[in-house]
């Protein structure tokens, strides 16, 4: 009760300033209205894969997905990989910023459906190998995904795990990213019939998370949808 109160009182007592312009920022939110409208949005994108397609066209899955088949029923990227984007998720990830991991939570929640109808069961933060959480310290998708918590999505970080420890994504061409990431993840919790929803900060080819969603299928799952803060290009290295 008490702790509802200061959460409700918060904004007042400390109003947040806009960590761009300095501007008085939006309640809760270090941003002003006029940057977060010029955040570098994705407007129109595949709903498989949530790569930007141009929005005249009146296509709503890229040619990729429609030939792959992919094992995500859907996925949404906030925005493009691109300033100042890119360089918060970087700070999230390498510098320990949990105050960005917030505000990209924050973003990221304010684009998520309330509606209890089409609430997930379970929100899953991609996980992290233990050598790669005992280096950081902290798994960053669960940091972002901690806002979802807050507006009463169950978060359920254990019911996966990524049990082989795989190269980074990133130092690998596209071609190599599926194999470096098949069968990295096993299920540890109960998902028969259940709607799960991942939660990661970038997407590049979409292996990773189309690999979990796979294994999350596989046992049992009945649909598995994705939220990324950010989606790069297809990278044919
Ligand atoms: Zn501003
Ligand atoms: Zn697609």
Redesign the pocket.
């Known amino acids: 009760m008490v702790y509802k109160w200061i959460k409700k009182l918060q904004p007042v007592l400390f109003p947040s300033t806009c960590r761009l312009c300095r501007a008085a920022g939006l309640p809760g939110l270090e941003l002003c209205p006029t940057c977060r409208a010029e955040l570098p949005w994705i407007a129109h994108s ?6 930007p397609l141009p929005r005249d066209i009146g296509i709503t ?5 429609i030939n792959t088949q ?1 094992s995500l029923d859907s996925c949404t990227a906030l925005f493009e990989y691109r300033p100042p984007i890119d360089r918060w998720i970087q700070d999230v990830k390498f510098a320990q910023d949990l105050a960005t991991a917030h505000l990209l939570g924050e973003l990221l929640a304010g684009k998520t459906a309330v509606d209890s109808q089409e609430r997930p069961a379970i929100v899953l933060p991609v996980p992290l190998h233990r050598k790669r959480l005992s280096e950081r310290g902290y798994n960053q998708a669960l940091e972002i995904a901690r806002s979802l918590s807050e507006k009463g999505y169950q978060l359920d970080p254990t019911c996966c795990r990524r049990h082989k420890a795989t190269s980074a994504q990133s130092d690998l061409p596209a071609g190599a990213r599926k194999g470096n990431v098949r069968n990295a993840f096993s299920v540890s919790g109960p998902l028969q019939g259940r709607r799960v929803l991942l939660i990661d900060d970038v997407m590049t080819t979409g292996a990773t998370l189309n690999e979990l969603a796979r294994t999350l299928k596989k046992a049992g799952a009945e649909r598995v949808e994705a939220r990324v803060i950010a989606r790069t290009g297809h990278k044919k290295r």
Do not use: E, V
């Open positions: 595949c709903t498989r894969c949530a790569i899955i890229c040619f990729n997905c992919p």
